[in-house]
């Protein structure tokens, strides 16, 4: 296993620094190292760690849910209003509405299985989606209008919503039926996470400030709570939905509320962490890349993925209309919503392990995705966000008047 952990770290840091000096996101590197080390390449990771690759993933996860939600000023949040609450839910059902609609055609397979393909497909990446957003935060991008917020909160909201819309599809599928109840799931699953969060928060904040302790310290109580709120979750989620990742966002949220200074401290203690729990994250990702289903996707879903994709930026741009966002930063909002990986690395192969028909095609389909979204969606993020936002304490160029365009046409 100490191999293992030595080939991954080696590799992973020598891949993800040659593709920064490519200029191209250092995630890129990562996967391939966990296609290549992986049990689908050269198979040299213990079937230890592969065992355990679902709970390391999550706990890279967390630390950076946490770090997210130290950043997350609700007063930030609130200036963007409706947007931020159609974040959670609008693109993810216009994409799933597009591969019900163009599976059955490309794939051959029924609106049912469609339908549950495309809540594989619908989840954004938090993992690749959050560390950006938080970069983009530090350096002052889209402060103004609380871009990266915004969809710092959808993005985490739109897992749950997915999930639980995958999940009662998949009950549908054998035979369960529909049960409206499990949509009623959704909102109190958000609602609890939220309130266990602000009172675990309200009481660790007030732990801090009267008992003197490192910070080092404060960083592992911190992950410790978070652990248990996701095993919370685990434990009782066949009696009452409560989710564990949005719980440990508003856990951080609620320290940065009622402590700044301390919510600061720690916020770059959890930036060292990352380091070593994004490389994690993203090579075990890629090493549950079963590369051999890309051939089997084939054109079609290709054509499906890129569909699906067009249809969840149109989501995007409806949850932004008649606000104050311009053109060009609605089209970032677009941008950051593409990427998927740890949802369809770790649901993609339910349908298959069920016995459901069309189970090697959902799967296929899911591992072309990540293939496809995870470096386009970091790539774009990474490329544009300089040239399409305004950064905190610059003007927002000038609107030209019609006029005033034409003008300096004729002239040129």
């Not at 950006?132 to 710092?152: D, F």
């Not at 067009?310 to 209309?321: K, P, S």
């Not at 104050?324 to 392990?353: C, D, H, M, W």
């Not at 399409?388 to 030209?400: D, I, N, Q, S, T």
Request: some cysteine; charged content about 15%; hydrophobic content about 55%.
């Amino acid at each position: 296993m100490l191999l293992s952990f030595a080939l991954i770290l080696f590799c992973g840091f020598l891949l993800g620094g040659m593709m920064e000096r490519l200029k191209l996101p250092a995630l890129l590197g990562m996967m391939a190292t966990g296609v290549a080390l992986g049990p689908y390449g050269l198979d040299v990771i213990d079937p230890i760690i592969l065992h355990l690759s679902a709970e390391l993933r999550q706990i890279a996860l967390i630390v950076i849910l946490i770090r997210a939600g130290l950043a997350l000023d609700l007063k930030d949040l609130k200036k963007v209003g409706r947007p931020a609450i159609l974040m959670c839910f609008v693109p993810a059902t216009f994409e799933l509405a597009a591969v019900v609609c163009f599976a059955p055609l490309l794939l051959g397979i029924t609106r049912l299985e469609a339908a549950i393909l495309g809540a594989v497909l619908a989840a954004v990446s938090p993992a690749v989606v959050v560390p950006r957003m938080l970069q983009i935060m530090e350096r002052g991008y889209g402060q103004e209008k609380g871009i990266p917020q915004m969809i710092l909160a959808g993005a985490s909201v739109d897992d749950i919503y997915v999930i639980v819309l995958f999940t009662a599809l998949l009950g549908m599928e054998q035979g369960q039926g529909f049960n409206a109840l499990s949509l009623a799931r959704i909102p109190i699953s958000i609602l609890l996470g939220l309130g266990l969060g602000i009172l675990s928060g309200l009481g660790m904040a007030a732990l801090f400030c009267r008992v003197h302790m490192r910070d080092t310290v404060k960083v592992l109580l911190l992950l410790g709570t978070s652990f248990l709120f996701v095993s919370l979750e685990s434990a009782v989620k066949e009696y009452l939905p409560i989710s564990g990742l949005l719980a440990v966002m508003a856990l951080g949220g609620t320290i940065l509320k009622q402590n700044k200074v301390l919510a600061t401290r720690i916020s770059r203690k959890y930036s060292k962490i990352w380091v070593a729990a994004e490389l994690l994250l993203f090579v075990l990702v890629g090493a549950a890349v079963d590369v051999r289903y890309i051939g089997r996707a084939g054109m079609a879903a290709m054509g499906l993925i890129l569909a699906a994709l067009v249809f969840r930026m149109g989501g995007v741009f409806f949850c932004l209309l008649k606000t104050n966002l311009n053109g060009k930063e609605r089209l970032f909002a677009a941008i950051a919503y593409l990427p998927k990986a740890t949802v369809q690395a770790a649901i993609g192969g339910i349908p298959l392990s069920l016995g459901i028909p069309a189970g090697h095609t959902i799967l296929a389909v899911a591992v072309l995705s990540i293939v496809i979204t995870a470096p386009l969606g970091a790539m774009g993020m990474d490329l544009t966000y300089r040239k399409l936002l305004v950064r905190e304490g610059e003007p927002e160029p000038p609107k030209l008047l019609p006029e005033f365009s034409r003008l300096r046409e004729s002239e040129a």
